[in-house]
């Protein structure tokens, strides 16, 4: 399996309330994305990074905001958490062109 | 953006059969993969398949890249292959964007 890790696997928190998730890999690869998937939707696309302090947006960008200070940290962070924003997360890494692997997921719920 | 449509978005089998699912995208493509999630959430990668034909013991997969579809075949379909199956592409842009899957249920 890619050795990718994501913290937490569950989370309830409170409108309002800035969160941060977090994706590490142990595999050195350049590209790191966020997702999140909704009943309906399939995956969605956040942010994704294509290196140390190198990010894009995705498709559903819009509260949300990203930092890769390292090759094999990807933080996401809900400013101010909403209603809207209960999903659950995946993180996936990929090298150029290749194969994305992905990671198990964060169940988050905002009450 | 680019559009990646997946049908059918349900599908339920009878243990036994046989399924094919579709995969299409509205622009060239620099590659496609299939994913499997499993009822406990796991996207697991099936194919990476920008263009040809490849098999992997009950599942196989064929891209035609110049008609910008993607076939995923599962022969003989056990319980096990229920899930969500995703199609996913990227265009050179780095951006890996997915369609909204199929649903299968295979029945026992």
């Known amino acids: 399996d890619a050795g990718i890790t994501q913290s937490p696997r569950h989370k309830v928190t409170e409108t309002g309330t800035p969160v941060t998730l977090r994706c590490h890999q142990t595999?050195?690869?350049?590209?790191m994305y966020w997702y999140r998937q909704d009943p309906g939707h399939g995956l969605r696309l956040i942010h994704y990074?294509?290196?140390?302090?190198?990010?894009d947006k995705g498709e559903v960008s819009d509260g949300y905001s990203v930092s890769r200070s390292k090759t094999e940290d990807f933080l996401l962070t809900l400013e101010s958490a909403t209603s809207s924003q209960t999903s659950v997360y995946f993180c996936?890494?990929?090298?150029?062109?290749?194969?994305?692997?992905f990671g198990q997921g964060t169940r988050l719920t905002v009450v | 953006g680019i559009q990646v449509e997946q049908s059918p978005p349900d599908l339920i089998l009878q243990e036994g059969a046989n399924s094919t699912l579709r995969c299409n995208f509205s622009?060239?493509?620099?590659?496609l993969q299939w994913f499997h999630q499993n009822p406990w959430g796991q996207l697991i990668n099936l194919f990476y398949?920008?263009?040809g034909t490849k098999q992997n013991g009950r599942l196989s997969a064929t891209t035609v890249a110049t008609e910008r579809y993607s076939l995923l075949y599962i022969s003989s379909s056990q319980t096990t292959d229920s899930g969500v199956y995703f199609c996913?592409?990227?265009?050179?842009?780095?951006?890996?964007?997915f369609g909204k899957g199929t649903r299968l249920h295979i029945l026992p």
């Open positions: 990074s294509y290196g140390v302090k190198d990010t």
């Open positions: 996936a890494i990929s090298g150029r062109g290749g194969e994305a692997f």
């Open positions: 622009d060239s493509v620099n590659n």
């Open positions: 595999e050195n690869h350049r590209y």
């Open positions: 996913a592409v990227e265009k050179g842009n780095d951006k890996i964007i």
């Open positions: 398949i920008p263009s």
